[in-house]
T-cell receptor
Framework: AQSVTQPDIHITVSEGASLELRCNYS??????LFWYVQSPGQGLQLLLK??????LVQGIKGFEAEFKRSQSSFNLRKPSVHWSDAAEYFC???????????FGGGTRLMVKP | DAGVIQSPRHEVTEMGQEVTLRCKPI?????LFWYRQTMMRGLELLIY????????DSGMPEDRFSAKMPNASFSTLKIQPSEPRDSAVYFC?????????????FGSGTRLTVV
């Protein structure tokens, strides 16, 4: 069975600083990987996804993520954080197109002015 | 497409009352999921449907919870009787396929407060 871990429950960064949110997954083959963002009072919005091919994927709002098979990781990055990026971020993994997504516990990002 | 539509956005009810949450999935999506989100437990999958048929309801906390999907464009989650510990944000999501390939589209949620 697949699983996903987000080691950091809370992260605080200063506006303009770079950001990296960690995601580790457990699955035997190449998984489908997703990052979602949940702004306060909103539902989860898809930021980006990885299926195959280039291991560096670009998403909306200036985010990118890199799939590293050797580390079973799919970390989310942004070079310069904006105050509006304060939100909760969820990593999710799917075994294949016919299987359910498994979500991580989320990382809450706070942005200092 | 208008996305996944949930109603109401907010619901405040008294303990013991019946609560019904509603969801309209994206047209053409064959999977529908109900999630509950709380600070303590995070995001929990309650139940999901495939082609209007309930597939796995193992996440439904108690018999007080029930869900239906009478057609491809509508689903309800009912709590009867409601209790204060049911207070949470309830999300509906839909997908084409189980989601491993395309991900889910979430609604904006219903914030339920039981007093």
């Amino acid at each position: 069975a697949q699983s996903v871990t987000q080691p950091d429950i809370h992260i605080t960064v200063s506006e303009g600083a770079s950001l990296e949110l960690r995601c580790n997954y457990s699955y035997g083959a190449t998984p489908y990987l997703f990052w979602y963002v949940q702004s306060p009072g909103q539902g989860l919005q898809l930021l980006l996804k990885y299926f195959s091919g280039d291991t560096l994927v670009q998403g909306i709002k200036g985010f990118e993520a890199e799939f590293k098979r050797s580390q079973s990781s799919f970390n989310l990055r942004k070079p310069s954080v904006h105050w509006s990026d304060a939100a909760e971020y969820f990593c999710a993994v799917g075994a294949d197109a016919g299987n359910m997504l498994t979500f991580g516990g989320g990382t809450r990002l706070m942005v200092k002015p | 497409d208008a996305g996944v539509i949930q109603s109401p956005r907010h619901e405040v009810t008294e303990m013991g009352q019946e609560v019904t949450l509603r969801c309209k999935p994206i047209s053409g999506h064959d999977y529908l999921f109900w999630y509950r989100q709380t600070m303590m437990r995070g995001l929990e999958l309650l139940i999901y449907f495939n082609n209007n048929v309930p597939i796995d309801d193992s996440g439904m906390p108690e018999d007080r919870f029930s869900a239906k999907m009478p057609n491809a464009s509508f689903s309800t989650l009912k709590i009867q009787p409601s209790e204060p510990r049911d207070s949470a944000v309830y999300f509906c999501a839909s997908s084409r396929g189980a989601g491993g390939g395309r991900g889910y589209t979430f609604g904006s949620g219903t914030r339920l407060t039981v007093v």
